[in-house]
């Protein structure tokens, strides 16, 4: 689980730790250097976002940015303060609680966290696959042992910390930073035995400058989902932003943004299915000319380099790129963004349709943060909603179909210290 570290996600307000009977802000001097040696001696760093701060432990990072992280401990988001940027709404508000534990399990010891997965990142040359049941991937039937598709991108949306917002990532949200959040998120992950970061590929941005050199990287990616006769194939994992999935000249394509040069085929099952199974998601992307659409699937990659999808799930977000189900999820983000409030999206990762969902929690109120709730169609007793968390925390309730949107919970009354400011990076 991702913490803020400079330059990525939060800064606003700093986190403060304790550090060896010392404290320190992220980004202060001497703050690296105290948790490696934390890290060595197997210390655990407090946050100090309430008075009696919550346990921390130091992980090491990998690759391009080796160094140390301090992350939260695992199931301990909700123990801190709303405002701090180790805050996590409580699970069981949202699909996480469901997953927890049995499809993700985290190591403090490592730092690493294991992924089931309910569908395959391999399969025999030569042989067609099948969508996982529940339809094109999205395997939303499944229980909380194993990751859908649709969990698990909305398990790495989570972990780089793309559901939170606040005014000052207003204009700074792109795909640069979409990108780079999501592949630091994947860091120390491992599913079916492998590093999932391996497997990922996420388009950069495009540049006719740079085109063939970005077209080298990618094959170069790419050439452990080559099929070797003989041999199982690697599935390699696509996340991008859709631009169209239309007929091709044989057969199906999919083509996604910053990708202009290689489209992704798809056979006419899955297309046909793709349209039933998703028809909500598509006609709300239709609609509304400011919603991207992200896809999320398995592809092979012939000997030729054409790439094949094999499962996949769509999740439409808006153009802070915050994941919304519906119309009147997306009224309910719209206005939060416009009133330049400070929350978290909310996810159903598993959870079916029929499931209470908080579709954002407020973290600019005083006290406890309110969980915001949409009333759906099929879950009609308000009871329904009150259930799912803890008596004490409160609760907000729209049902679009009898009122209008009710005010919304007051924010604190806060001041900023001098230079305090919310930055994302490009």
């Known amino acids: 689980m991702h913490e803020p570290t400079p330059g990525h996600g939060l800064t606003a307000p700093p986190s403060v730790y304790e ?13 690296a250097e105290a948790i490696a040696e934390a890290h060595a001696a197997h210390h655990r760093p407090r946050c100090m976002c309430l008075v009696d701060g919550v346990e921390m432990y130091v992980a090491r990072l990998a690759g391009m940015n080796e160094g140390f992280i301090v992350k939260r401990m695992p199931n301990t988001g909700s123990h ?4 701090c940027p180790s805050y996590e709404p409580p699970a069981e508000s949202s699909g996480l609680g469901q997953v927890l534990g049995s499809a993700i399990t985290e190591d403090p010891a490592t730092g690493e966290t294991t992924l089931k997965l309910d569908f395959s990142m391999s399969k025999i040359a030569g042989r067609s696959a099948m969508p996982a049941a529940g339809g094109n991937g999205d395997s939303v039937a499944s229980g909380g042992t194993k990751l859908s598709l649709r969990g698990l991108l909305h398990y790495l949306w989570d972990q780089a910390e793309l559901t ?6 207003a204009g700074k ?3 640069s930073t979409v990108r780079k959040h999501l592949l630091l998120a994947a860091e120390n992950k491992i599913a079916h035995g492998d590093s999932l970061r391996s497997r990922l590929y996420i388009p950069e941005v495009f540049s006719v400058e740079h ?3 970005i077209s080298a990287r990618r094959m170069a990616q790419w050439s452990q989902a080559v099929a070797v006769p003989g041999k199982p194939q690697h599935l390699m994992l696509l996340i991008a932003e859709v631009k169209e999935i239309v007929p091709a000249r044989y057969g199906f394509k999919a083509v996604v943004k910053h990708v202009p040069d290689q489209a992704f085929a798809l056979d006419e099952q899955l297309y046909r299915r793709l349209g039933r199974r998703f028809e909500s998601e598509l006609a709300l992307w239709g609609a509304a000319d400011d919603l991207h659409m992200v896809m999320v699937a398995t592809f092979s990659v012939a000997a030729a380099g054409i790439p094949t999808i094999v499962e996949l799930s769509l999740m439409p ?3 802070q790129w915050l994941p919304v189900e519906d119309g009147f999820e997306k009224q309910l983000i719209d206005r939060l963004v416009s009133d ?4 978290v999206k909310g996810l159903r990762y598993n959870l079916g349709a029929d499931s209470a969902l908080a579709s954002a929690t407020l973290t600019d109120c005083e006290g406890s943060a309110p969980l915001l709730f949409v009333a759906h169609a099929g879950i009609e007793e308000s009871g329904r909603y009150l259930q799912v968390c803890d008596p004490s925390v409160p609760v907000w309730l729209w049902n679009p179909s009898s009122e209008a949107m ?3 919970p007051h924010r604190r009354q806060h001041h900023p210290k001098a230079g305090e400011s919310a930055v994302e990076c490009r």
């Open 173 to 175: 949200r792109m795909w």
């Open 406 to 408: 009710p005010s919304l």
């Open 19 to 31: 550090v060896g009977g010392q404290r320190f802000e992220a980004a202060s001097r001497g703050f």
């Open 317 to 319: 977000v808006t153009r």
């Open 211 to 213: 085109r063939d050199a």
């Open 80 to 83: 801190h303060a709303p405002d």
């Open 340 to 343: 330049e409030r400070s929350f």
């Open 164 to 169: 939170r917002w606040q005014p000052g990532f």
